[in-house]
């Protein structure tokens, strides 16, 4: 395996860092520059608890990471939905309720269930149909499902199931516990004798020949805690993912004086606890397996948007007044929240895409701040949008604005940086292929939604919050 290009610059971001905070000598990170982070990047917490973050040209210690764009505003809305702090405990009960809602109506369906799974009956009965789908869906894709559900909760509220067995089996002690059940490297005290920071191109080689040396031949480090810098005790824990395995990330924790192995949490080579947390955390992203697995994910991941959308749609329609035009206000106020949240958030994540093309442009300095602004806003007006009018209406034109937000994406990446799809393709960066293909496979299904939507109101029964 090469060594990166850019090793050199994060040895000399290290000493920047541990010699302008001293803080920082105690517990700091940072990652190796690769595909994910071209640049290194340290982190530590500050005296008062707060992190810090440094790289190249920027060691001053900036409260906030470096613009890290579209990528991480969806990594955000994933685990937090952008809440600071409460957004990750939310995000693990919505996973408790989601897998409680999986088996629930898995319990409640069970015995016609299997009798009319691949049973599609379209009709004048759209509710029929609608509940076909969701059932042939729902079961297909129910193993992932609650794979998704369990882990979500797992990574989630670790912490918060560690606090509350705390008194029944940590005696108490939950906090001394917490390093050595999360990390590899001990914990050991300072000795007060100062050293040299280490070098972190011989403690990468050292790394990469233990890795080798215990049958992991394609180890690659990403990112490094060192604890204790610039003292005689200093240790290294260099983590890294292999391929070909379930549980792809490992662990590999060292003496920096003297580059010794003290511990190691890699492939095959593992205790239960660190190879179960490895392996929750490859089920959930799909960090496991070849392209398939990911194409494998995305369809699965909009099923589960389709589960969610349909199964509202069907508690709507369940609680529907067939004889009188008023609907019942429950009913009105759960069209009109799921339209404004659901078919909102499509508009807002579309919003974003397109505003970090035109800042971009405009003013890159810009970007972070403005995706952040475009998409919440967005969400936020759409929400508001549905609010006030009638869910029928609410509904056709969110989703012909989903349609259009979503279109300009392939469309602004060629007018304004010349990637038209097609030059993508032939230029081989399929990434970027892939991205517009979807972007303008979404829109037409949007589109057809909205016609679909406009066809139902018009022609549909008349006493519906579906109707004009």
């Known amino acids: 395996t090469a060594l990166p290009a850019g090793l050199d610059d994060a040895q000399y971001l290290l000493e920047d860092v541990l010699a302008t905070h001293p803080e920082a000598r105690r517990h700091v990170g940072m990652t190796f520059p690769g595909a994910e982070h071209p640049q290194p990047l340290a982190y530590w917490q500050a005296d008062d608890g707060s992190w810090r973050y440094a790289w190249p040209g920027q060691i ?11 990528a991480e505003l969806v990594n ?24 409680m809602a999986l088996l629930s109506g898995l319990v409640i369906h069970l015995p016609k269930l299997f009798g009319d799974l691949f049973a599609l009956r379209p009709g004048r009965n759209l509710k029929q149909l609608w509940q076909d789908a969701h059932n042939v869906i729902g079961v297909l894709s129910l193993p992932f499902h609650l794979m998704f559900a369990v882990t979500g909760a797992l990574l989630c509220l670790v912490f918060v199931q560690m606090a509350l067995l705390n008194p029944l089996i940590y005696d108490g002690k939950a906090l001394q516990a917490v390093p050595t059940a999360m990390d590899t490297a001990p914990v050991r005290d300072a000795s007060g004798i100062p050293a040299p920071p280490g070098s972190l191109r011989v403690l990468h080689a050292r790394a990469l020949e233990v890795a080798r040396a215990q049958g992991v031949a394609n180890f690659e480090p990403a990112y490094l805690k060192l604890a204790n810098a610039g003292d005689a005790n200093a240790t290294i824990e260099i983590t890294g993912e292999a391929s070909g395995t379930l549980g792809p990330l490992g662990a590999v924790a060292l003496d920096v004086a003297t580059g010794n192995l003290l511990a190691s949490q890699l492939p095959g080579q593992r205790d239960a606890n660190h190879a179960t947390l490895s392996a929750a955390y490859a089920l959930h992203f799909g960090e496991f397996g070849n392209g398939v697995v990911v194409w494998l994910y995305f369809l699965l991941g909009l099923g589960g948007a389709f589960l969610f959308y349909s199964g509202n749609l069907l508690w709507i329609e369940s609680r529907r007044k067939r004889r009188q035009p008023q609907q019942p206000r429950a009913g009105v106020n759960m069209a009109r929240a799921t339209v404004g949240v659901c078919i909102g958030l499509c508009v807002a994540i579309s919003v974003a895409f397109v505003t970090a093309l035109v800042l971009e442009r405009l003013a890159p300095s810009a970007v972070d701040h403005g995706i952040r602004w ?45 990637d038209w799809m097609w030059r993508a393709a032939a230029r081989g960066h399929w990434p970027l292929f892939w991205i517009d293909a979807i972007a303008l496979a979404m829109a037409f299904g949007f589109a057809r939604l909205a016609v679909a939507s406009q066809r139902r109101a018009r022609t549909g029964d008349p006493n519906s919050v579906w109707a004009n």
């Open 374 to 418: 475009a998409c919440f806003g967005s969400w936020g007006a759409c929400a508001l949008w549905a609010a006030l009018r009638r869910p029928a209406q609410a509904a056709r034109e969110l989703l012909w604005a989903a349609s259009i937000s979503t279109a300009l994406v392939p469309v602004l990446h060629g007018a304004l940086n010349g």
């Open 76 to 99: 955000e809305l994933h685990y937090s939905l952008g809440l600071p702090v409460a957004g990750i405990y939310v995000m693990g009960i919505v996973s408790l309720l989601y897998g």
């Open 60 to 70: 001053g210690g900036s409260p906030t990471p470096p613009q890290t764009g579209l």
